[in-house]
């Protein structure tokens, strides 16, 4: 249940065309679903602005197949995260009208439509094997309703390439900047533009890159102000943040 | 110089009350200010929405007093920070007009006025210990012309202490969550509202804190989607993301 | 060998019924069983309260073998964890009776009937994805004859899943709660409940969880006094504390 | 409040001769004790077990002595830890019946006099530097209502030192090991006792100690079962959960 | 080319039964052998008390036939460590007389027939899990002329095991002690003998021994004095320092 | 001794003007000259191209003052770094033509006059708080006779001020970038120019740059080819590969 | 474009062979190659010495397949790293001429003809395990036009094999020391010759070399001053900087 | 008491000069020596053949005290290491005719008369600035009764200092090497010798040698067998390794 559902609710209850023991027993069978392996957190988009998601790591396809008709039975939009092709097949049986992305590992169901994608925000990456991390960004935010363009390949060894789309970046709501390696590109575009830049580190690099410390390091070390870092590879965080960042009014004036 | 000046300097060229000429100068005269152990970016405002501040770590009083001088020949803005007492007092000699806040250890300086205090950030940290950094935080915010409001010592060992604070907390724009130790106050913050959370470690804590290592690491890897982190016991950072957060439309509309 | 064991033979030697020479040479034959691989140290639970387990991780198959072997032939219970299925199949043709839990990674074995369920340790954990560890705790409480009850998904995300279950965790003796990620979830349970809280870090979550080092660090670091912390992924070590502590009286009055 | 407060408070309210509510005042008027600095959590104890105590380590003198007025106020029983000389002489000037241990760094504060002691808790430790933080526990544990008998400098590197404590060691409910350099010391005891061993590293040794990161480790990888480990130098924290673990019934029958 | 071979040689020389030149020849010859992807450095035993040996992980198995090939060129002995089973098929194909050991990861090569063991070298090892690290020692030890008796599975968890063993411990001329998790059994053997002690971390553990490094550390800080360390899982190191130590007369007297 | 010497030496004996005796006793005298305290490395410059110089850190005093005196005897040329106000005052009362760098903590020496400035090498740094490491690299610089231009405050939070020294830079020899925080300059820089770039990192930043750490890792990381790294705060060092580089030609043709 | 071919172009157009039009045109078509995955930046060489190179790892055959068909339309030199066998067939299938190395992971083209080999660089390394890396500096050397001699297995366990080729390293014009475990090759020879010395560790050891780290740490520590560090296995990045360091003429005379 | 005090007490058993009841407490009355801070192991002689030392860090002038008083009362010989001057003369204000070692933090006591010094163990240290650990380890030597030269300033940046020393080295028992930095001296000398080499890491170095750790990382992983490494600084542990392998036949035959 999100906000629009529940604002629609309470007007039927308002115009006396819902009963209050019905409204009653509607919200609190969506509030949460359970399995045995699941507390799904239906009332997240409600309380939160999103949607609860499913990491698929570490879970079983037998886990992954249970919460996917959790999703189902609830008819509750769902996106999984870190999916495995061999899970996306077991959970795609499953959601029928899914959707899977292998370049991002991530798979959307929108059993009541799509949403309408609004706002702009730009994901900029600094080289191509920073793409999978990108992709599950950009899924991520068009699953929640947020245009998002993808800049690929503008690392700063040639730094004219990202100079030549600053234009493009300071008229974005918010920037996404992806990078491995010593992820300085962050505190390049960070000086370029004033939106809020969310630094997302990979783990591409040589050995002592240490699966994306040194640019997780780089970025929380940022010269330029203005930037905050969400976890190694997490391109769904970075999206997450993303998605608060462009509707701020949502849990206000909603 | 910031947009308004520059606005107000376009109209006027507009309205023939400046030449063409009298206007480049300006603009050039205004970009950046030189001496031998500085070059102030003073256009950082125009292009990233807020103006460059000093961090006084490593640097001599010498060094602090030429750069405060450099600041009043330009008659512009200035925030000092991480500003020792010894610091401060040699700064305040020629920045007439500067407040010291010594919780904070900042300096801030406005030779043009204060600007009115708009939109609504709270900042919100889990123990005493931790208000410096806090602090910090909230003078760079009132500098840069934002309200904070300051909610002290609700860790998460009587979780009922941030459940109580959570309709105000979901009434800000922006929310930045400080805590030392294991920092989990920030996951739980994340899960109660809809706006954006921006999480600032501290280096309180026992031995195996590491200094901010053990809150660093724990808000990377919120469960709660929706928050990213700025450096270790780094306030000025976390505000400097909050005022390009909660002024989304300054480079668009403007 | 163990308490009770030991007090029947000791009963037996007072009434007669057993020879001086008998008991010393009954006790012996029970207090170590060697092969060229293993040592077994049988004498343990009596010392202890809690016999030896075989940890099959770094062993061959044929080891594992050989120390069922040495089980059968002492008749004493057995808990083999971090067992593959290869190990387990292996295991199992010489433990007749035992038990494989391949969702714990557990063999249990007990050839002189199992043991009674008493006390209540609660076992709680943040997400789908931590329940192996969690079930190799529970499955190991149950050897060792303790109630385990096992509550999952409950992260601080959405904190209501935990607080709904707080009238339960505050009846439980003992509670260890399983975590990956920040680990948060521990703070929370133990500024819930009087008991001593077990915190047992697992090593789920994106790179800068670094494999359960944030959690480890987060619980360590816990602003909830009377929280003690395991190993990462340790589902084992936290049951054998847990069962310590519903049992301090064991080798006090017994 | 504790429970036993509360317990005759509604004693009184069952016998008429406390209204309803005088109770509900009393009750809420003990609940939480708030300063600008602090928000003290009275009812930390009712909640569990043990009262809330102060961290000094961060804090100005000034933020001490109002905290302390607090406690004063409330009439309620006080711990301050990681106090230094000068934060005790100040401190002390409010708390006039309260004691300072200079070895240990704490202030108890008993305004409605002192506990009995019981329980039987044994603190050892392996050498003479490990003394301030072995202190820190006893004092905790003192002020908890908890015996607790410190054993000195009984390092494994004379293994009988500790084996001529081993029956003593097998009589206490509940064993802190406290030991810096290789923390060896907690694996022994472990395995010569049946109760719960909590495992207490400190910061004493050569380089390679890392500040107590050896001893952390190693206690974490105890080849004893029936272990858990708390956050380094954090004597507290040690007698905090061997308080809950001695009382294990406080929350369940009391 | 060893001191043995080269006391022979020089004894000729002086009885005339072998010519300047041959002599200078034969030395030189076996100085050195080359090929392209190795420097074999024949010379070794002479200057340093044992043959160089060849560490097979990251060599193709081309080369390590290469390098076989020059051993049998030479006649030389040779030992090849952590070598997987397809380099060991290759390589004996070369080395007729060589000898795999599986359960080591060594091969051995004595052209020139065994040595005669001799000196009292004891390994001991914690678990059974240590064992490939202990037998790499074992073997290596052998193919120096050494005995080498292999103690297994004693580690503190019950302390009875190694007191047990600890006249026999005194009695051998050095000792090693294999470890992973906390290595704790080499502090409490250091403290039991009058020997030097090798300590040999392994990788064994749970997740917070870091592959060794909680045993690296803790046998660093070992706090019975008497001990050295040596890489992790590095069994040949551990037999080459202890083949040093019961040989010091070697390069004095001989 | 350098190449000049030696050469002059070599001339004056093949014109008969110095006896190969003579010669002889003059080249060894020259090439060592030992104390207690040390064995300076005279022939250093002979042999690398650049004198011994003198890392005063963790020498006492006294270990200077001897020091210095054995340069003085030797008429060699001599630099102190890492010098304290204190072993300056009394290392240049022994030196007497010496000469102090307060901001960069070095002492230089030479007897036999000053070296001519030839070759071009910038050192461009990121912050005022580099300056101290910037001027070590430079007095360095100067000592072993090369120019070093020091360009400061270029950070890329504001790219611009870089961008507008890439003349400059194309045309330096050699580039030494000098950067804390995350030290992204050398990655821009090294993008803009064909000469080679030598990174040097500093301590400077707030708490997650682990005192240079952060800058060390993006350095080694950088994603613009012809880099190489020295240590943290290094600036010593960083001179010494510089003048190495610009000098390519000393060792062949000389 | 490199600055030859630039210089040929200009010449024609001042011969008026060219048009002012045509070569604009030119120029600007070499300037950027776009695809969907890369953009190309073919003036990298005109700017920085030398051409972009591909790095394969983390891509998928079908970017590496679509990178290659950019060069092949471009007529453009390239370099592939680490290339996996299956990357390198398809690659191979584009760029007709190619031809891969499989001893280093890289794939060469020249559609233009290959460079004649010049300068003088010495590449060493310290065993037969550092091979693979040796070598994909060697092939980068090459593909630059650096003459590359490897010298294999002189570790510095017979330091003599290292001062038998002190010789020739002392006329190499820059010296590459590979080394994994300890990596003490590197400051042997620094303190041999007077040319730089770039330091490549590798990931070459036992358990506590960390993947390289050790000999990362060695190598930024070399008590010889004139070595600069590249990244951990990153023969490509050494031999980048060796090429700046021959070629310092370059961009200032050519 | 040491093996010689105890065979004299024996032998004078069997000639009857002395009673078993005397002899009896004659040993017992020598075990131990408990005071309220420190429990003196007086048969650590006996038993591991060199007497319990005393570590000054941590300990407050007073229990350094009554721990010197402890050894006054026992006659037995002490050594205080990591002593500051404040503590040294307090100390020997008890221990009359105690010697103090500043330049080694080190106190030696011997009430029962100096030993004679034998063997021959070379203590060799790479820098001036490692002084004071190498001292640590002759003082501690010499009051084994170990005979400890001192070699200084042989680093590898001159090779051929310490190849000049490779003739002595050889004829030493066993040689401990002392570096900070990278530590390349030990895996230098362990290649010139077949004695065992203890590596003693030092703390001396710039910024990333991390306070020794890159010292000890590389000694780990030394290239040159036969070397085992002891913790950073620490002189007195090197010494007493030493002195096990130059006495190996003391817990033997006598």
């Known amino acids: 249940m999100n906000r629009k559902q529940l604002q629609e609710l309470l007007q039927s209850v308002r115009e006396n ?9 509607n919200i609190a069978a969506t509030a949460i679903h359970s399995s045995e392996v699941a507390q799904l957190d239906l009332h997240r988009e409600l309380r939160c602005g999103a949607p609860e998601a499913v990491f698929c790591e570490g879970k079983t396809v037998e886990q992954c197949v249970t919460i ?37 590992g991530c798979i959307t169901y929108s059993p009541n439509g799509s949403l309408n994608l609004a706002h702009d925000v730009v994901v900029v990456c600094a080289g ?3 793409l999978p991390v990108a992709r599950e960004a950009t899924v991520t935010l068009n699953w929640l309703g947020c245009n998002a363009e993808l800049i690929s390949d503008v690392g700063v060894a040639g730094i004219h390439r990202v100079l030549e789309k600053s234009v493009r970046l300071r008229t974005a709501e ?23 830049v969310i630094a997302l580190p990979t783990s591409i690099g040589y050995g002592a890159s240490y699966e994306g410390l040194a640019a997780l390091l780089a970025m929380l070390n940022s010269c330029s102000p203005g930037v905050a870092v969400v976890n190694i590879d997490n391109g769904f965080g970075a999206a997450m943040m993303a ?8 849990n206000l004036q909603e």
């Open 17 to 25: 065309n819902t009963s209050i023991e019905q409204a009653v027993n």
């Open 68 to 104: 996917a008709g959790q999703f189902v039975e609830a008819k509750h939009t769902a996106l999984f995260t870190r999916c495995t092709a061999q899970q996306a097949e077991a959970v795609l049986a499953v959601l029928e009208s899914g959707e899977y992305f292998p370049d991002a």
């Open 128 to 130: 191509t094997s920073d």
């Open 174 to 196: 918010c920037v996404i900047v992806v990078a491995g390696m010593e992820g300085a590109l962050c505190s390049v575009v960070a000086g370029l533009v004033a939106s809020p």
């Open 243 to 250: 998605a608060r960042i462009v509707n701020p009014a949502r």
